[in-house]
């Protein structure tokens, strides 16, 4: 599988229903997607916390065209380059046969992705050895990503199919909880340990989103910290600016979190990653998916 088809088999599913909800043809809909998405540039940079309309199916399809995938193997070469927190991603699965991940802030389904190319890599090296199921928490605001989430997990589905055959003989099976959940406010629960116990947590670009209220963002983290089993890693993946890092790193010691690992990159998606596998999406849509970054870095985590 690669990132783009992935996506673009999602946007297929998905793109009749933008058409109807804004009463517009196919083509209409890919421009208004391109002028969405200089909305969304123009909003993150600058220096305010973004009120981008997620509610919106074509602010939801125009960030899954973009960038999802790019995101998405931000986050698996940033887990590839920390050994010890693949071989427990591995271990986990093949110990347990279950690997509980909570997405804070999950959005279109970038974890997703992410751990699907992952894990399949991992099989297909002998890495991973029994089936087991891969149970997503997703925790996000915006309740709708779970549109795009379904689509995708249908395409990697398929997938896993046409390679695989029989779902008995899946390396893995995903399964997901889709919890809407302001990040802020650890309040409107009476109870988070079912939310929050998981093996692995992923904040992918939930820092430099949420620029005023380190405070409520804290008490999250501090929570999920406290149910967490021992061992189980955090991953913080966002925009290397000093900034943010500090802030990132902040949340962790909070947490009481080890820090086990960080690093900065700025580089091209990988090799088998082509743009041009969106079809039309890529030609029709008037701006490109973003295919690399130019400065992300991750910290991870570990509780002890």
């Not at 809909?29 to 940079?45: D, E, P, T």
């Not at 380059?81 to 970038?110: I, M, W």
């Not at 600016?241 to 998606?269: H, Y």
Request: aromatic share 10%; proline share 3%.
């Amino acid at each position: 599988m690669t990132y783009f088809r992935t996506v673009r088999a999602a946007l297929d599913a998905l793109i009749a229903g933008v058409c109807a909800h804004r009463n517009v043809s196919r083509a209409e809909a890919l421009q208004m997607a391109g002028a969405v998405l200089g909305n969304m540039s123009q909003q993150w940079r600058n220096g305010k916390t973004p009120t981008i309309a997620y509610g919106d199916p074509l602010y939801r399809f125009a960030y899954l065209f973009s960038h999802t995938a790019v995101n998405a193997n931000i986050c698996d070469s940033f887990i590839q380059a920390h050994p010890d927190t693949l071989n427990y991603l591995v271990s986990r699965l093949n110990q347990t046969e279950e690997l509980k991940v909570c997405a804070f802030g999950g959005g279109p389904g970038t974890e997703l992705l992410a751990l699907s190319k992952l894990l399949k890599r991992a099989h297909g090296l002998g890495q991973l050895q029994t089936h087991g199921d891969v149970n997503f928490t997703l925790l996000d605001n915006t309740s709708e990503w779970a549109e795009s989430w379904n689509a995708l997990e249908a395409a990697i589905r398929a997938d896993f199919t046409v390679t695989y055959g029989a779902r008995r003989d899946w390396p893995f099976t995903t399964s997901k909880s889709f919890q809407p959940f302001d990040m802020t406010n650890v309040g409107q629960f009476a109870n988070l340990v079912q939310l929050l116990s998981h093996d692995f947590y992923i904040l992918n670009y939930v820092v430099s989103e949420i620029l005023t209220n380190d405070t409520g963002l804290g008490n999250v983290l501090n929570l999920m910290s406290h149910h967490a089993p021992s061992g189980a890693r955090f991953l913080i993946v966002d925009r290397n600016q000093d900034d943010v890092f500090a802030r990132a790193r902040r949340l962790f010691q909070n947490a009481g979190l080890q820090e086990v690992f960080t690093r900065e990159t700025s580089t091209n998606m990988d090799y088998d990653e082509q743009a041009s596998d969106l079809g039309d999406f890529y030609t029709e849509i008037p701006r490109h998916p973003r295919v690399r970054w130019n400065g992300a870095f991750c910290l991870i985590g570990v509780k002890p």
